[in-house]
């Protein structure tokens, strides 16, 4: 239900600084004011275009609680518009993917191209002359926007243009694209879905859990390596890593200082160890970059960065090693994650064989590092309930982070840089 | 898969007895029992979205060779593994068995049905899949060549399956 304009109830007390209060996460009238602020009135990530390669893909994805069908016709235009008949409001498309000319609602028979038009009424004589099908489409979602592949799109009456609203988050799209040799990724490998018992909000950027909600993946990796002195220094306030603001709520963390090897999906040879010229299909993977990039050195600096661009596109993207993860809200207290591994173009395919085993060891559903994260978020929401002190403290490095050329402002990987960018961000739209 | 022979007296019986062993060993999380079960050249298989494709372009709820199989029950033993800590309560049923196959290599082919209910934090989870092995029979008892774990929703957002399958 629209709440009607002026007569919107602020949130923005609940939102300062240093500190925001615990409602936010478990008040369920916050929520539905969040689907309708943030969901269905802000630019939202909804798909990547290889999920609809060939002519007549489809896909259907969900904002909020509303279907909406991606497609491509045989012009090779991609269209989004809700799932929804527009005689009776049944769902058309009842398939997460595939490949169609023709929706058809099975109510009562009405039939849309893939591109929308109504194109068959059963029975249309016992409408009267009135009766237009050219104004009976499938209802088209009111913004729609590509970049690099990345599809986004806004249910508002008004939206900024894309490239307003990606901001200083678009470099970064642009660099994790360039693991493979020609820009190119496809979201081929399938889906890793998951769900938790806690707000959506908590799938943010934190480079302080680390050490300790991922206690046992440093145990794996000291017991692969042996132990070691500088064992968690990468996530601590020793760190030559950063947390970054990047603005409109974007945020990413850089770990592009220190030896990246605290995170297990980054192990995989192919990804990060890239100076250890290991198979043939690395010798082949790095001479195509090297190619493109001038020299090894310079290949080595880029896929250091490129392997991992820890960047959140504000409200419900993440893009975490090769994952392209996807925030969809429930409820205030139930969210669900889902996550795709980025399968690169123009590369041997052990280098994306290995990719998905890596992906499986830390972001798997049943993998070693992501159910922690999960499990977390479920005890957050848990813990919230309690709210005789009803703030939680996001002010780690409030005073020490500073501004950059790249980012409104940088802070140590621990600091809540990321978390006070988001909730910026979010008083901002929920004022 | 090699030509299949006729199913051995006593195999049927065999077989079930070995996997109502390895259910008790899962659902009382005596990971390295259970570990001890299965031969070096294991995989432990969990599809995600379809029962199956390859692996080298899909990816997996889990896909284990041996060596991670080792790093998964070594995790699930260690402090500080927070998504079994504390540990699920598990029941499971493995029923509808049959055995498919005997080869002359001296693996038996099985499949089941398995129904799974788990408890953690109060609340009630009911897992089914349709499960298939390969046994290498080593006369006294069996080994896990490899185990497939078909879940029914492995196509929708699943909450935590960090335990034992």
Not at chain 1, 193 to 206: A, E, I
Not at chain 1, 297 to 314: K, S
Request: proline residues 4%.
């Amino acid at each position: 239900m629209k709440v009607a304009e002026g007569q919107q109830q602020s949130y923005t007390s609940l939102v300062r600084e240093d500190r925001v209060h615990s409602s936010i996460f478990t008040d369920e009238a916050i929520f539905e004011a969040e689907l309708e602020r943030i969901f269905y009135n802000h630019w939202v990530f909804l798909a990547h275009e290889s999920e609809i390669q060939q002519a007549g893909d489809y896909c259907v994805k969900t904002i909020g609680r509303k279907q909406i069908i991606v497609s491509r016709d045989k012009d090779g235009v991609i269209r989004a518009f809700f799932n929804r008949c527009r005689h009776r409001g049944s769902a058309v498309c009842s398939y997460p993917k595939g490949n169609a000319s023709f929706f058809r609602c099975p109510y009562h028979g009405w039939t849309y191209s893939n591109k929308g038009e109504l194109v068959g009424v059963p029975y249309q004589s016992r409408y009267g002359a009135d009766f237009d099908r050219s104004e009976l489409g499938l209802a088209k979602v009111p913004h729609l926007g590509e970049y690099r592949g990345f599809i986004f799109v806004s249910l508002a009456e008004q939206a900024p243009e894309l490239s307003e609203y990606l901001g200083r988050a678009a470099p970064f799209l642009d660099l994790f694209l360039t693991a493979s040799p020609t820009d190119r990724i496809e979201l081929s490998a399938g889906a890793s879905k998951s769900v938790f018992r806690g707000n959506w909000k908590f799938v943010g950027m934190d480079g302080y859990h680390v050490n300790f909600t991922h206690k046992t993946v440093l145990d794996l990796q000291t017991r692969a390596k042996g132990a070691s002195r500088a064992r968690g220094v990468n996530n601590s306030d020793k760190s030559p890593n950063e947390s970054w603001d990047l603005g409109n709520g974007h945020c990413r963390l850089d770990q592009s200082h220190g030896d990246p090897v605290d995170f297990g999906e980054e192990e995989a040879p192919g990804q990060a160890e890239t100076d250890v010229p290991g198979s043939e299909a690395d010798q082949v993977y790095l001479a195509s970059l090297e190619q493109r990039w001038g020299s090894r050195a310079a290949v080595n600096e880029r896929l250091n960065r490129a392997h991992d661009v820890h960047l959140h596109v504000w409200p419900n993207l993440q893009l975490i090693g090769g994952e392209v993860r996807v925030i969809r809200p429930i409820s205030a207290g139930v969210t669900e994650v889902t996550g795709y591994l980025a399968m690169l173009g123009d590369v041997p395919e052990e280098i994306n064989a290995r990719r998905i085993r890596a992906y499986e060891w830390f972001n798997g559903v049943a993998g070693f590092g992501s159910p922690d994260d999960r499990e977390i978020f479920e005890r957050n929401q848990v813990g919230l309930q309690a709210d005789q002190e009803p703030w939680i403290l996001l002010a780690r490095g409030q005073e020490m982070a500073e501004a950059s050329p790249h980012a409104e402002l940088i802070g140590n990987i621990t600091d809540e840089v990321t978390q006070r960018a988001q909730m910026r961000q979010w008083r901002e739209v929920m004022r | 898969m090699t030509a299949a022979t006729a199913v051995g007296p006593g195999t049927f019986e065999r077989v079930s007895s070995f996997l109502a062993y390895e259910a008790e060993l899962t659902d009382r999380h005596r990971f390295d029992e259970w570990l001890s079960l299965w031969l070096p050249e294991g995989v432990y298989w969990v599809p995600s979205n379809e029962e199956n494709y390859d692996p080298r372009t899909h990816l997996s709820i889990i896909y284990d060779n041996y060596e991670r199989l080792q790093e998964r029950c070594f995790r699930l033993s260690a402090e500080g593994v927070h998504s079994q800590d504390p540990r699920s309560r598990l029941c499971r049923t493995v029923g509808s068995v049959q055995v498919r196959a005997t080869n002359p290599d001296g693996t038996v082919e099985v499949g089941a049905t398995m129904v799974l209910v788990e408890v953690r934090f109060g609340v009630k989870n009911v897992y089914a899949a349709r499960v298939e092995w390969v046994l290498l029979d080593a006369g006294d008892t069996f080994k896990i060549r490899s185990k497939k774990v078909i879940l029914v929703d492995n196509d929708e957002p699943l909450g935590n399956v960090t335990f034992l399958l």
